[in-house]
């Protein structure tokens, strides 16, 4: 990756690259219609290049890009699977692309007809009963959801229920979410095999219990064997359970958390349902409720009466308003794509191939890292570093892989596994790409022992090696300065 020049550096007085035509009405002065305080100087300080060069230089930065059209990318818990280029033509119709988010309901019934039966397909999905389709992230799901859990509480006068329960394998977003809804968090460890703790759950449990927050399969890839006795013993302290769905892919088609007992969910249609995912959006939470929740949903939810489509604000006690409008609705135009192009059939075998992938890729590693006997993977899988690291660390496997082409998995995370290295594959991934990916690990393996040098030092081909994370974290510079 070279280092190309800042569209500034390019810049010479006098160069340009589009001309206005002349003017041919009256010259109007806007400075005057607009406050002193508020206009700039004059100085705008644009670059000054030419066409081509403006057109190369945006070319070559999208290509700097990687994602998922470019190249493998085994990110763990975040389901970063092809995007079905179907998604993107449907959600380009003008029909649904060019709608106004004020044009009155007689003109937006497709666009509303769409969002009922997206909610009604998820809802089959999740075993669910009621849903707002408004959150737009996973995390924001997640709030909608314990916002609900709160409502319904306060609604019962059961104002000493003040703690929220989660395991410590659980996504860094839940004990966030928890803590902005004003709860306290009980932690609970994990049991040696990575499964939620059943004793320690029953011992954490009380009249003061608002809920726990649960993922299944959980962050190691593992499903929750007793996951019918977990929800109850949270029922019959009178919590509710809430079901992380951010991460679906292992689940869709087999079981639903609605049957598993939990009371609500999001799903991150940015990750289980394809939508396009990262740079920090647009993503979309589809949040899921049982029957008793659902008076306290956020308004506007859309309604059937008939043939036609409308949007009730009539919800009892509802929570407002989550998002302005009505969420991303281009994600859910993407999403109703893949869910109506997959089917009920296509859905259930995405499942069975994340899995598959998983354990197949899995398998291929355990000889060189660090890696549970006997366990059966469901969507993800964490390898616990290097089995001879030779003075290693997964950082720099994830660095060398980098080297390699590939996106590095996720590192570190989750907290409980020494030298974490956390890898989806996920279905849409073919044996050549997961062989491939799998040799170029072992490799890094074999280098850890003949020379491990040239993976310490990597990445040796960016322009950018080993930035100090905290620094770049906590001074965070985007901006262009001379
Ligand atoms: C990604 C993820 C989230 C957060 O979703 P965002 O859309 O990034 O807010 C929450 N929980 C789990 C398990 C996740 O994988």
Avoid: W
């Amino acid at each position: 990756m070279k280092y190309d020049k800042l569209i500034f550096e390019l810049s010479k007085p006098g160069k340009i690259g589009h001309k206005l035509p002349e003017l041919d009405v009256e010259d109007v002065c806007i400075k005057e219609l607009i406050p002193a305080e508020l206009l700039n100087d004059g100085e705008i300080d644009l670059p000054e290049v030419s066409e081509p060069e403006v057109v190369r230089h945006f070319v070559n930065l999208s290509n700097k890009n990687f994602g998922v059209d470019t190249g493998f990318y085994p990110l763990g818990s975040c389901t970063m699977k092809y995007n079905p280029k179907i998604n993107e033509a449907m959600c380009a119709l003008p029909g649904f692309a060019t709608l106004h988010p004020n044009v009155p309901e007689c003109g937006a019934q497709g666009a509303l007809q769409l969002m009922y039966e997206l909610g009604e397909a998820l809802n089959e999905t999740s075993g669910m009963d009621a849903c707002t389709l408004q959150p737009a992230a996973g995390a924001h799901g997640e709030i909608t959801g314990i916002m609900l859990f709160k409502a319904y509480h306060e609604n019962n006068k059961d104002f000493q229920r003040d703690k929220i329960i989660i395991p410590d394998s659980a996504h860094g977003t839940n004990p966030a979410t928890a803590t902005m809804a004003g709860y306290k968090i009980i932690e609970i460890k994990s049991c040696e095999s990575g499964l939620v703790d059943i004793e320690a759950l029953k011992a954490a449990v009380g009249d003061d219990t608002a809920g726990l927050m649960l993922t299944n399969p959980n962050t190691l890839g593992l499903f929750e064997k007793d996951i019918q006795e977990i929800t109850k013993i949270v029922h019959e302290a009178g919590g509710l359970v809430y079901y992380d769905g951010a991460n679906a892919n292992a689940i869709l088609g087999h079981v639903r958390p609605g049957d598993m007992g939990f009371d609500a969910i999001h799903y991150n249609l940015h990750k289980t349902f394809s939508t396009p995912h990262g740079g920090g959006g647009p993503g979309a939470g589809y949040v899921g409720c049982k029957d008793f929740l659902k008076d306290f949903l956020p308004v506007p939810i859309v309604v059937k009466n008939g043939e036609r489509y409308s949007l009730s604000y009539d919800v009892p006690k509802t929570l407002g308003k989550m998002k302005d409008f009505y969420g991303h609705f281009g994600v859910l135009v993407r999403t109703y794509a893949y869910v109506l192009s997959m089917g009920s059939d296509g859905l259930k075998k995405v499942s069975d191939y994340a899995v598959l992938n998983s354990n197949y890729l899995a398998n291929q590693l355990r000889d060189y890292y660090n890696l549970p006997e006997n366990v059966k993977f469901k969507h993800e899988f964490v390898l616990g570093g290097l089995k001879n690291p030779n003075g290693l660390v997964t950082l720099d496997v994830a660095k060398r892989l980098m080297d390699m082409g590939y996106h590095p998995p996720t590192v570190y995370f989750p907290l409980i596994v020494h030298e974490a290295l956390m890898v989806e594959p996920t279905e849409s991934e073919s044996k050549e790409t997961l062989d491939g990916f799998a040799e170029s690990m072992i490799k890094i393996a074999k280098e850890a022992e003949t020379n491990p040098e040239i993976v310490h030092a990597a990445p040796h081909d960016t322009e950018i090696k080993r930035p100090d994370e905290t620094l770049a974290a906590k001074e965070l510079i985007l901006k262009y300065t001379k």
